[in-house]
Every structure is written in structure tokens, then in C-alpha cells.
């Protein structure tokens, strides 16, 4: 169970803007043999925990450009990833608020470093509970931090998981299982779409757009390439 997960196979975000918060933080952490990171600006904290593939975060409230609640319920319209927010103010107003809009946990602070850690053991023992009671998931593709998993449709960026077209998901597998190998519009056209589909390779290029859309564009990384003439291909 739970209790046999390494620490150092669980990544921790630490989203603090107070410096010396977050280097005591992280060097407890560290000190248990947890992976961590730490982000203190509110909106590139939100882009790392869509994008990045954490167990935990620990979500400060007070933070520059986005606080800990939007942040928490900006996440929650995404991911499910566990999240402890740390308010500074001991209000029962912040911890109910915390809880409203999907925290699986807060902590005032100051906060005992022990506390800490047994909310965290807490969380990641539910968390492994919960995905023991999955579905095998049998087979995964992978490139960069995008997960497709065959038997579910179901396609993941770091802790997200994206709403495809039927068309568009079946587009997605077929380059990510040829990653590497450049397939010309043709090539696709047949694979995807059936050798006596009667268009033209034009519909190639605009699910090209809408994949790129729901991906590339979203989360700030380039996933499928365009070789000029050629057609596409997708690398890590
Ligand atoms: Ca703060």
C-alpha cells in the first residue's frame, strides 16, 4: 500500500513568496527525502501545477498577481492534484473557504513541521486508496508530460486531463504512437480518417489546429511539429 511509496518518488510544490518560508519548508521536505520545488509568483505557480506532474502542493493564500483561492479553484476546473493551503490568518472564514473551492486540507501558519507531514502522509495515503480502486489502466503513450491511456480515450498533461473530439483523440494516438517518425498528410489521411475516405488532405491541417489549440497553445509546449511539404510529426 501507500506506506511502501519511496518519498523520493513524490514531488512536492511548495507555492510560498516568502523566502525563508519556503527554504525551511523545502529543507524539512527534503530532510524526509521528498522531491520539491518551490514558486512564489501566484500565476506561474497556477501554469506549474496544470503543466508539471506534482503529488502535493502546498498553496500559500497571500501571493503576488493570483492568490491561493483562485488559484486552488482555477486547478479544480482541471485537475484534481492534492493541494494543502497554508493560510497566515488564523480565520475560520479562510479555512472554510479553503475547503469551498476544492483544498483537500489547510494549515495555519505558523505551522509545526510534524503537522505537516502527517497531512501530507494523510493525503497521499488517500490518493494511493483512490487509485488502487481504478480500472487497470493497461497500456500509456507518453511524450513530454502528455499521457494517452487507449482503453479510457483518455489524454493527461501533467495532472490534466483534455476533452478531445473522437476525430481529434484518434488523430492525437496515431502520432503519438509513430512519435519520432514523420508521417506525410496521406499517411494520416488513411490511418485516421479510412482509406476510402473521399476529402482532401485539407481536413488533416485543421485538426492539426485543433489539437494544437486544446495543447500546444494551452499548456506552452510543442508537441507536433510541421515539417514544410512533408506533413507532421510529434517528438519529445
Ligand atoms: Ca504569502
Redesign the pocket.
Given at each position: 500500500m501507500s506506506e511502501n511509496i519511496p518519498n523520493e518518488n513524490i514531488s512536492i510544490l511548495i507555492v510560498?513568496?516568502?523566502p525563508k518560508i519556503a527554504r525551511f519548508t523545502q529543507l524539512e521536505l527534503e530532510h524526509e527525502g521528498f522531491r520539491t520545488s518551490i514558486e512564489g509568483n501566484g500565476r506561474r505557480a497556477y501554469e506549474r501545477i496544470i503543466q508539471e506532474d506534482y503529488d502535493v502542493v502546498l498553496l500559500?493564500?497571500?501571493?503576488p498577481e493570483m492568490d491561493g483561492f483562485e488559484i486552488c479553484q482555477k486547478v479544480r476546473e482541471l485537475s484534481d492534484v492534492p493541494i494543502i493551503m497554508l493560510t497566515?490568518r488564523d480565520d475560520i472564514e479562510d479555512k472554510v473557504n479553503g475547503l469551498d473551492i476544492g483544498a483537500d486540507d489547510y494549515l495555519t501558519k505558523p505551522f509545526a513541521i510534524k503537522e505537516l507531514l502527517a497531512r501530507i502522509r494523510l493525503i497521499l495515503r488517500r490518493k494511493s486508496v483512490a487509485q488502487e480502486k481504478e480500472e487497470p489502466r493497461g497500456e500509456v503513450l507518453q511524450v513530454k508530460n502528455l499521457k494517452i491511456i487507449p482503453a479510457q480515450y483518455e489524454v493527461i498533461v501533467g495532472n490534466t486531463k483534455v476533452s478531445l473530439t473522437k476525430k481529434e483523440y484518434d488523430l492525437l494516438e496515431y502520432l503519438v504512437r509513430n512519435k519520432r517518425v514523420v508521417l506525410t498528410r496521406e499517411q494520416i489521411l488513411s490511418n485516421v480518417w479510412g482509406y476510402d475516405y473521399a476529402g482532401d488532405t485539407n481536413v488533416v491541417d485543421v485538426y492539426i489546429r485543433y489539437l494544437r489549440s486544446k495543447l500546444d497553445d494551452k499548456f506552452g509546449e510543442k508537441y507536433i511539429h510541421t515539417m514544410r511539404g512533408i506533413g507532421y510529426v510529434v517528438k519529445e
Open positions: 510560498e513568496d516568502e500559500d493564500v497571500m501571493l497566515a
